[in-house]
């Protein structure tokens, strides 16, 4: 089984910077891609970034593109997502992915795991 428990989220007004945080326990031994996806209300989930069990590959969502960047650190199971120059439009749940594999395909929102999700308030 496989825990994933998120934490940093916030109110922040635009412009502004938050750190998302994700700490996964697993007792299964393997490689495992990483994402973040986000929901917004009366909204469905969407992808936002994902990064490769190496760490080397990660790919994000064109909104936020050049805004949030996504970082891992295997030896502490934790993921990060940096989030830069935020928007009103990026206020949603954010929630924390674990797919096993070394890579996240692209285009697929297909998870193995999720959290519970972290609230992200940004204010006008």
């Known amino acids: 089984q496989v825990q994933l428990v998120e934490s940093g989220g916030g109110l922040v007004q635009a412009g502004g910077s938050l750190r998302l945080s994700c700490a996964a326990s697993t007792r299964t031994p393997g490689s495992y891609a990483m994402g973040w996806f986000r929901q917004a209300p009366g909204k469905e989930r969407e992808f936002v970034a994902t990064?490769?069990?190496?760490?080397?590959?990660?790919y994000y969502a064109d909104s936020v593109k050049g805004r949030f960047t996504i970082s891992r650190d295997n030896a502490k199971n934790t993921v990060h997502l940096q989030m830069n120059s935020l928007k009103p439009e990026d206020t949603a749940v954010y929630y924390c992915?674990?797919?096993?594999?070394?890579?996240?395909?692209?285009?697929?929102?297909?998870?193995?795991?999720w959290g519970q999700g972290t609230q992200v308030t940004v204010s006008s």
């Open positions: 990064i490769s069990w190496s760490g080397n590959n990660a």
């Open positions: 992915a674990l797919r096993w594999g070394s890579i996240w395909p692209a285009s697929s929102n297909r998870s193995d795991y």
